[in-house]
């Protein structure tokens, strides 16, 4: 059987396609909506990932997944939506979309044109909208745990086709599931969810692709596509995976009886296939799915937080029939009759997937939950100027559920923002006291600075950002005080020094030196002076200008102690350049203060090192012995990001290399670190590497067991 050789039967027109397929139902066509109604803007605010379909000014057929946080897209009008497309393709004309909601069967399928790019965020004109049915998703068995990856990659006779790359064999033999880009006689675009089990493709040789077509609604769309233009592109998922596989191609529609007869399932073969001539394959990173992490513990949306796609639908079919619309709202009337439809569609769909061959599919679930704190949105509240080169954010949590931020003071979060479609994370000391409604970050503009750019001169009162945390032990208790700070080290000391006076009954003086350059520098210079007034032997404040007195060093430092005569059972908290801090802590150490009384704060945020993957290594991971878990680490993903995506209960926090709190024991294999980061010479010697920042060289075996005292 060769299809080069043309032996395989091709449907080439509508009459023969239909012969097969049938039309659809007026039903199904009538459900569409040429405007974005309050049903569609509640799933994209809850949508964290879309299949996003586009041809560039080239005509090249490209099929990319993007979004990351619930909400990426920004709703502009019921007409017009925009997003994040980091990738360097240019959407020219017609683009498609379908949103996904994890742990739901139904999708939102949006399709529309391109109506401009500024930077990395696209703009989209919408023309249709409309809820697609459950069963691609049920086919693939999408929100079910992941599967183990599959023993070996498949044979291909042509070795030097581009199905031959790095990866690509593996990857197609264990995705389930994939989004389908088409284009029809006007240029149209039409994206639509494919699944099927194990794989929803399979391979015929180095250059050629089958996908089986099974009995669906008979809308067809993309074979219709198909027989006008066939050119096509994909992406396909694995569960459990951040990376996708994309796809470009030409397809042709067959039913040749002997080629179905390789695809069927309990003896029942798919009714058609789509033959794809590959012409480009390549998997690669998706900072998208890694930041949606489709497939862990607490992302699915549970019956009474998940939009009724099935309600949503009603309502569209009902705005374009009055027959349907009377017919709607009479079943809507009836109480409880929602949550019947439901079972009584959720029976539908299992039995249909049976007649196709499909054994019993269930919704699947989740276990065991992972160990660490999500990412919580937030919105920015206030940009409030401190200096010329220091602003403070003021937070509030945009979660569904808004609640307080708890945490000690000293302790610091980390700071998740977009920045050119990209996730970039940045960890700040919070500025405010623990408790409150708001949280208060305080970032000083860095020349160069990525991230402190941004703050600065991007963000504005409304904007979203998500924040993770709190992390680490540098904290105060409830003992006497001394701070040592210098610029923007002050940050988590105002902290402190909020939470101490807000309660008059705390005992313990505080005594802060602060080292600036000017006094315009000098961060909280106006709230520091207020609270030194209205608290007379609670809190003592020294200013060091340095462009004045010169830097601040160990006999400046000495004498300030010798002044302030500090109690017994005082604690030291020193936060600021590394020079000071050295200086510091030998004045501390000369005057016999205790070592376990000194705290010093240091940020540590890795970067990228040099040595990388290029191919993806296999990740086991276990605890104290026992396997959890096998996955897969794309190129680019962390230990942490793949453990995440396939749901195993990895430890973490600030994701940034600063708090340890993700230190787990490489039991074999080759890992590269982002440096600098906070692990002592003494970890690694012992065979500690940290997860947020490592990437595997090699086949790697983590044991995540808490560590023992050093």
Request: glycine share 12%.
């Amino acid at each position: 059987m060769s299809w080069k050789n043309n032996t395989l039967n091709r449907l080439s027109t509508a009459a023969g396609l239909e012969a097969v397929v049938g039309r659809p139902a007026s039903m199904i066509v009538r459900k569409e909506i040429s405007a974005l109604d309050a049903g569609c803007r509640t799933i994209l605010d809850r949508s964290p990932a879309a299949a996003f379909g586009y041809r560039d000014g080239d005509g090249t057929s490209r099929t990319t997944f993007i979004g990351g946080t619930p909400g990426f897209v920004r709703v502009l009008s019921d007409t017009r939506i925009s997003f994040l497309l980091p990738e360097p393709g240019e959407p020219d004309g017609p683009v498609s979309f379908f949103f996904l909601l994890p742990g739901v069967g139904e999708v939102l399928r949006v399709n529309g044109s391109t109506a401009g790019r500024k930077g990395t965020r696209v703009t989209v004109g919408v023309e249709q909208a409309y809820v697609h049915c459950a069963q691609a998703v049920l086919r693939s068995r999408l929100w079910q745990p992941p599967a183990p990856p599959p023993a070996g990659p498949p044979a291909l006779a042509d070795d030097a086709g581009p199905l031959c790359g790095p990866g690509i064999a593996e990857f197609l033999a264990a995705a389930p599931f994939l989004a389908l880009s088409t284009w029809d006689s006007t240029g149209g675009s039409d994206t639509s969810p494919r699944g099927d089990q194990p794989a929803v493709v399979r391979v015929l040789d180095g250059r050629t692709l089958v996908l089986a077509d099974r009995k669906g609604n008979k809308r067809a769309d993309t074979l219709h596509n198909l027989l006008h233009d066939d050119r096509l592109s994909f992406a396909a998922l694995v569960p459990g995976r951040s990376g996708v596989l994309h796809v470009r191609g030409r397809g042709a529609i067959t039913d040749d009886a002997a080629l179905l007869a390789t695809m069927a399932l309990r003896g029942m073969p798919p009714h058609l296939a789509l033959v794809i001539d590959v012409e480009h394959a390549e998997v690669s990173g998706s900072d998208a799915m890694a930041r949606a992490r489709l497939w862990s513990p607490g992302t699915h949306l549970d019956r009474d937080t998940a939009p009724d796609l099935l309600a949503i639908a009603g309502a569209h079919l009902a705005g374009e029939s009055a027959a349907a619309g009377r017919l709607v709202r009479s079943i809507k009337a009836i109480p409880g009759m929602s949550r019947l439809l439901r079972r009584v569609m959720n029976r539908a769909y299992r039995s249909g997937l049976g007649r196709e061959g499909y054994e019993e599919i269930g919704p699947g679930g989740h276990e065991p939950a992972a160990d660490g704190l999500p990412e919580r949105p937030v919105r920015v509240v206030e940009v409030r100027r401190e200096t010329p080169s220091t602003v403070t954010l003021v937070l509030a949590d945009a979660g569904p559920t808004p609640g307080s931020f708890d945490f000690r003071p000293g302790q610091f979060f980390t700071l998740i923002a977009d920045i050119d479609g990209r996730p970039v994370r940045r960890p700040y000391s919070a500025s405010s006291a623990p408790g409150s409604p708001h949280l208060e970050v305080t970032v000083k503009h860095v020349d160069g600075g990525h991230f402190s750019g941004h703050v600065h001169h991007g963000l504005r009162a409304g904007d979203r950002l998500a924040v993770r945390g709190p992390s680490g032990s540098f904290h105060a208790g409830p003992h006497p005080l001394v701070l040592i700070a210098a610029g923007s080290g002050v940050t988590p000391m105002m902290s402190m020094i909020r939470t101490r006076l807000a309660d008059p009954a705390a005992d313990g003086r505080i005594d802060l030196l602060y080292s600036s350059r000017r006094a315009e520098d000098t961060i909280f210079a106006a709230e520091l002076s207020r609270l030194e007034r209205a608290n007379p032997g609670r809190l003592t404040v020294t200013h060091v200008l340095t462009e004045r007195e010169g830097r601040l060093g160990a006999e400046g430092v000495r004498r300030w102690l010798g002044r302030r005569a500090p109690a017994d059972g005082t604690h030291y908290y020193l936060c600021g350049p590394e020079p000071l801090m050295e200086v510091a802590h030998a004045v501390l150490t000369e005057v016999a203060v205790p070592g376990e009384r000194v705290h010093r704060e240091r940020y540590t945020s890795a970067a990228n090192g040099g040595r990388a993957a290029t191919v993806p290594q296999e990740m086991t991971v276990e605890r104290d012995g026992r396997p959890l878990g096998t996955v897969v680490v794309d190129p680019g993903q962390t230990l942490l990001d793949a453990g995440l995506a396939a749901g195993l209960p990895m430890p973490y926090s600030c994701t940034v290399g600063n708090c340890g709190d993700c230190m787990v024991r490489l039991r074999d294999g080759d890992v590269a670190l982002n440096e600098p980061n906070c692990l002592t010479p003494r970890q690694r010697a012992a065979g500690y590497v940290l997860a947020c920042v490592g990437c595997p060289l090699s086949k790697v075996t983590l044991d995540i067991a808490e560590p023992g005292p050093e």
